[in-house]
């Protein structure tokens, strides 16, 4: 074990390889739901996904014997799986099988053969899985962090500061979008990666000045501070102004977010969307 200053956890000289045959989601879900339990110690884990063939498995194995690693593996194909155990035991390393042991137990009293696919649970379940990933992708991108990855966006949207962005970039996150969602400030440039998304991807957002004056209000109070400059009335109508503008000059569809239930700005936003890109007619997901 390497020893570390105090209070940041030591690297173990053990490490874990996680071979499946999909993705290997939930063989690391595992493996760091245990790891968890020792916290005082850093164990590195390395993934082997989308093993698929015998042949694969010898490679794993060797490597895992000449460092001395721990195979955990969530394989369910039964010849793949077999050939994992046989390597292991002759190279003598540790493996440990998720799947096997209860696909055996389930396999003999539901009287009934497993299929053997890699990967069939996230296939079944796909829009859940999408969905999930769009939340992430919304999240990790909102008020214009990331904008590296703005072009992975399925919306991305703008606006000035309070005009509604976050919450409806959550609210068609959760129907498996994918929305980045950037802030226009006068005063700042815009991310050069903007104008790399493609141009039907992207809207504008507007609203009623007295109601974005109410909305950054509210936002003074529960912060506890005061800034005049950012619910000043002619500041606000500027900001709005100079932002529409911007809309029209690269023909960005707008939504006018004033008094609208966010249900209504959402549909209004994809609706801008599958009619401009044409062949898209509905949400990625059903809700």
Request: aromatic share 6%; net charge neutral.
């Amino acid at each position: 074990m390497i020893v570390h200053d105090a209070g940041v956890p030591a690297v173990h000289e053990l490490e874990i390889y996680i071979v499946s045959g999909g993705v290997g989601a939930s063989g690391e879900l595992l493996v760091h739901t245990v790891l968890a339990q020792f916290p005082d110690v850093r164990v590195p884990v390395e993934i082997f996904p989308h093993v698929h063939d015998p042949e694969d498995v010898d490679a794993i194995v060797a490597k895992a014997a000449g460092r001395g690693a721990l195979i955990v593996h969530t394989l369910v194909h039964s010849i793949v799986r077999r050939r994992l155990a046989t390597e292991a035991a002759r190279r003598n390393v540790r493996a440990i099988d998720l799947m096997g042991p209860l696909m055996d137990y389930l396999s003999e009293k539901l009287v009934q053969k497993p299929v053997g696919e890699p990967g069939l649970y996230r296939k079944l379940y796909d829009q859940y899985f999408r969905r999930v990933e769009a939340i992430e992708y919304t999240v990790a991108h909102d008020d214009g962090k990331r904008t590296s990855e703005l072009p992975q966006a399925d919306i991305v949207l703008v606006g000035v500061s309070r005009v509604g962005k976050t919450p409806l970039s959550m609210y068609l996150a959760m129907q498996g979008w994918k929305v980045a969602n950037v802030p226009f400030v006068p005063s700042v440039r815009l991310p050069e990666e903007l104008w790399q998304v493609d141009r039907r991807r992207v809207v504008g957002l507007t609203i009623e000045p007295p109601q974005l004056a109410i909305h950054r209000r509210h936002r003074e109070q529960r912060l506890g501070v005061a800034a005049d400059s950012y619910v000043d009335r002619s500041r606000i109508a500027a900001e709005l102004q100079e932002a529409n503008r911007l809309f029209a000059r690269y023909a960005l569809p707008v939504v006018d977010t004033t008094d609208k239930p966010i249900e209504s700005s959402g549909a209004e936003i994809i609706s801008h969307i599958t009619h401009r890109l044409g062949h898209m007619t509905e949400a990625p997901l059903a809700v």
